[in-house]
């Protein structure tokens, strides 16, 4: 297999946490005070706690990042690594950017034993790699895990979003990724992607198949397009008044995270009542603890209300009705090779749902790369089912 060549790595901010670092209490109330502007200020002053916008940045989602991962007991750093301000050899910025400040990535590397396989995890569309927080602790138990914030979400820089394209658009992220390898000097490791960020891996590993050790795909979006799966309701929707204004709205580029800005201080609230929806009365799986559901509501506020960028990516790669305009399966049977389906209850959420289930199918398809696991890791364990 083919190493890349090793490259410096520009560090801004480098951190190194553990768990017995903040108690519930102390990073419930961190949460809140980072929640309103102070209440000496002119603004404090001027308008009642329930009128003020809440306001974020690069640091804030940081910070919220910090509260959230207090409940990891592994030890981790947390850098923001620097890609450059664009691919090399290319004339355009990341991507068609006014500006060619250099952009930085968001990493955080969990401690891990020595030798063990390093395991890169990718978010999906409109999550940050915060999302993985349940997970952290058993997976850095067999795995070197390092997390990251695409290009343009959570922690990560999020420069101007001017592509124009499908191919504009998977190039945004493939090629920011593969700076964002080259400048951590990786090779020859396990790549996992949940949704969006499975389209986004599946697409990487198949441009740079001499780094990807193994694929894990999560939920994966991208594998069907429209053409593949047509509606008669969607069809006949598109017709109506309705379908034409949703339509109108995608096209346009309207994302649920331009909603939660629009609301300002309401914003919060709104982001409170979906965590808890859908981590707590509609999950399917271990329900959020309060201390859990308070500092994860938190962290999606800071990294939804923060500069559009990486999120405009939606109407390039998806077709109204969120179907893929460049599908993965014409790709994959392009590059055949060995696939693997298990499956484990829980919601497309899996991770935060069903954690111990989520553990067990990735130790599983990992089975061949993890010491010790040997013939016993051949069977299916319970819960896990093959598709």
Not at 57 to 82: C, M, P
Not at 160 to 179: G, H, V, Y
């Amino acid at each position: 297999m083919r190493r890349a060549a090793a490259a410096a790595v520009t560090v801004t901010t480098t951190t190194r946490m553990a768990a017995e670092g903040m108690s519930t209490a102390a990073a419930a109330a961190e949460a809140t005070a980072t929640a309103a502007p102070a209440a000496g200020s002119r603004w404090g002053r001027a308008w009642p706690s329930a009128l003020r916008w809440i306001p974020t940045s690069t640091d804030r989602i940081i910070a919220a990042e910090k509260r959230l991962l207090s409940i990891v007991k592994t030890g981790y750093v947390q850098e923001q690594v620097n890609i450059g301000s664009s691919p090399p050899g290319s004339k355009v910025r990341w991507f068609r950017s006014s500006s060619d400040e250099p952009r930085f990535i968001n990493t955080v590397t969990f401690d891990s034993e020595e030798n063990a396989p390093t395991l890169v995890m990718v978010h999906g569309y409109g999550a940050s790699q915060g999302f993985f927080f349940r997970n952290f602790d058993a997976l850095a138990s067999r795995f070197r895990v390092i997390a990251i914030d695409q290009l343009g979400w959570g922690g990560s820089s999020r420069p101007d979003f001017t592509c124009k394209s499908t191919e504009e658009t998977e190039a945004w992220f493939i090629d920011s990724f593969e700076e964002w390898r080259k400048a951590k000097n990786l090779s020859n490791f396990i790549l996992l992607g949940h949704s969006f960020g499975g389209y986004v891996a599946a697409k990487y590993a198949l441009q740079h198949p001499e780094h990807v050790q193994h694929l894990i795909l999560v939920g994966p979006a991208g594998f069907s397009s429209e053409t593949e799966h047509s509606s008669e309701w969607l069809t006949k929707f598109r017709a109506t008044w309705k379908g034409m204004l949703v339509n109108h709205l995608w096209e346009s580029n309207f994302t649920p995270q331009r909603i939660v800005r629009g609301l300002g201080p309401w914003g919060p609230g709104l982001v409170q009542r979906y965590t808890s929806a859908r981590f707590g009365s509609h999950s399917t799986g271990e329900l959020l603890t309060e201390q859990e559901s308070t500092l994860l509501t938190d962290y999606i506020y800071h990294t939804l209300a923060a500069k559009a960028s990486g999120e405009l990516c939606l109407k390039h790669i998806f077709s109204f009705g969120a179907f893929v305009r460049k599908p993965l399966l014409q790709r994959s049977y392009e590059h055949p090779g060995d696939l693997e389906s298990i499956c484990t209850i829980g919601g497309h959420f899996v991770f935060i749902d069903n954690p111990s289930g989520f553990h067990s199918a990735v130790f599983h398809a990992c089975r061949k790369f993890l010491s010790g696991d040997g013939e016993e890791g051949l069977s299916l364990p319970e819960g896990l089912t093959s598709a």
